[in-house]
């Protein structure tokens, strides 16, 4: 398993039920590396798949580095997106919430 991989099993280990109680969603993630991976939430529930869905709510492109910052907690989201790091595309509200359904480890 690789560094982008041990990242997001990470990701889905943190992920918090409580904070997807209304929520069914595909998360799309696009690395500046190459590598594709997308999250499901539905039914307080989280599946991480490798690749392209084809019908993403919200799409995030960034570099793993920032991916890394903003997961450790290093790195606002606001901020990184102010500044260029993190481009989203789709549901912006839902970007929101990433904080509250993932929170920094």
Known sequence: ??????????????FQPQAAVDLDAVIQYRLAEGESYYLTVSDQRCVLDRGEH?????????????????????????????????KVSGDMSLATRLAKLFPAG
């Open 54 to 86: 084809g019908a993403p709510c919200v799409t995030l492109k960034m570099k793993f580095d920032t991916l890394q910052k903003l997961g450790r907690g290093e790195l606002d989201g606001m901020k990184a997106f102010m500044f260029g790091k993190l």
């Open 1 to 14: 398993m690789n560094q982008v991989d041990q990242f997001f099993e990470a990701m889905v280990a943190r």
